[in-house]
């Protein structure tokens, strides 16, 4: 990150540990408020701002190649913003399990009546899904079931991403339609026009 400024190199050379603990020293005291708010931007958490920081700081000492980095600033503040991306995305992943775990309870909660229910919309769902022209099965199953990007689509299916996106929007339209009780030939009629 060039937008930060080097500390003067030859009082932040880090040949040895001595000197390195000085440096990282030094870069804490006159940086670790700009750094902690740089991550909060990042991560609007500010104890995990606070911990990323840390992290950082850890890093920066355990270089082995000690003088490797002449920067130690900009250096410091990449190695934060790697760790707060890395934090991102192991809030994200937590989130989705967090969410799967309450499917659970709810699941293992439901009475006979709840799971009846839900086997009749998952046979409806299943039933209008093949009811689909193929090509509208393939895109909607690739995109909607295995997660895969509209572009990810296009390239196996060898189509354009415009003509995925418009398989899976039609699709959609036709399960909501079979789900609300419309006869297939009507809702196949109304996914097309």
């Not at 880090?14 to 670790?32: I, M, Q, T, Y």
């Amino acid at each position: 990150m060039s937008t930060f400024g080097p500390l003067d190199p030859a009082t932040c050379d880090p040949g040895s540990d001595d000197d390195r603990a000085n440096s990282v020293s030094r870069l804490f005291r006159e940086h670790n408020r700009t750094l902690v708010g740089f991550l909060y931007a990042r991560l609007r958490n500010e104890q995990e701002a606070r911990e990323v920081a840390q992290e950082a700081y850890v890093k920066l000492l355990e270089l082995e190649r000690r003088n490797a980095v002449s920067f130690l600033r900009s250096y410091l503040f990449r190695v934060a913003e790697n760790l707060a991306v890395d934090r991102i995305r192991q809030r994200r992943s937590r989130g989705r399990l967090d969410q799967l775990d309450s499917l659970d309870d709810f699941l293992s909660e439901a009475t006979g009546e709840r799971a009846a229910i839900a086997g009749q919309e998952l046979a409806l769902l299943k039933r209008a899904v093949e009811e689909l022209p193929s090509k509208y099965q393939q895109a909607f199953r690739l995109h909607k079931l295995e997660d895969r990007s509209f572009a990810e689509v296009a390239t196996t299916m060898a189509l354009t991403e415009r003509m995925v996106r418009k398989y899976v929007a039609r699709a959609l339209v036709y399960i909501r339609l079979r789900r609300e009780g419309c006869p297939a030939m009507e809702a196949q009629q109304q996914m097309r026009s």
